[in-house]
């Protein structure tokens, strides 16, 4: 048995570093955006994202493969060890202690283990700290708002925030080569600049929506009457799409995120050819879902 358990150790160790290629080629992929065929989750474009995808690939799937893999063997044993040919007069044996002790012990410290570092990339995800922006996330039945508060350092006016509406793109609007990407696209998207700290507040407006953008790391909820507050420090420039995670409505599949990541300069721009534009108009007159 003990030369069982290490050989299927060893192979889940095995099968954990032959999957790392995929990983790696995913990531090659607009950095985590979904992709025909593709496997895994992608690459990670923020520093939450690698902690996450760091943990999935080196902790999580091991200790499953190996879970599976050890089920399996147990499977085999008792199929053709204790079948009724091999065995005509069963063993009326009820109990047995010190087995008890370890199906019972070796669960809880393999959990033991998964839970250090699974409470550390936590507690990074919930630790905002100082940011250099702050961008208010509001939830709607059935598209996101946007608003930029603190962005003087950027060429912004503090006294006329930056303050859109983001709706889904038509599917007749797009071109042919982003057809694939109905219901990914949108009219207006948010723009964050790249490799600086941004945090987001986010709330809803009717019913509870959730905020999701996994190239990013980036899932919270957006629950009426409450503030939530995140952040991201995207590593990778790109344009990164993510959707509403909550079952928020009949229109629940019509509220899609796009986001861009872009450079200083870049954001500068965009940034000034928004600003003293007015405050978005009632929604309510004009949304419409596909």
Known sequence: ????????????????????????????????????????????????????????????????????????????????????????????????????????????????????????????MESTGKSDMTVKITGHQWYWSYEYADVKDYGGEDGNPVKYDSIIAPEDSLPDDQKSLYKLKVDKALYIPVNKRVKMILTSQDVMHSFSVLPLGLKMDAVPGRNNETWVNATQPGIYYGFCTELCGANHAYMPIEIHVVSDSEFQDWLKSQSGAPAAPDANNNKKAS
């Open 1 to 124: 048995m003990r030369k069982i358990f290490f050989a299927l150790l060893s192979l889940a160790g095995l099968l954990g570093i032959i999957a790392q290629p995929a990983m790696a080629q995913d990531a090659g992929n607009q950095w985590g955006n979904a992709s025909p065929w593709q496997m895994n989750m992608g690459g990670a474009a923020s520093q939450v994202a690698e902690q996450v995808q760091w943990f999935h690939n080196w902790v999580l799937m091991p200790v499953i493969v190996f879970i599976c893999l050890f089920v399996l063997v147990l499977l085999f044993i008792i199929i053709f060890r204790f079948s009724e040919k091999k065995n005509p007069v069963p063993s009326k044996i009820a109990h047995n202690t010190p087995l008890e002790i370890v199906w019972t012990a070796v669960p809880l410290l393999i959990l033991g283990l998964m839970f250090i570092p699974s409470i550390k990339i936590l507690y990074f």
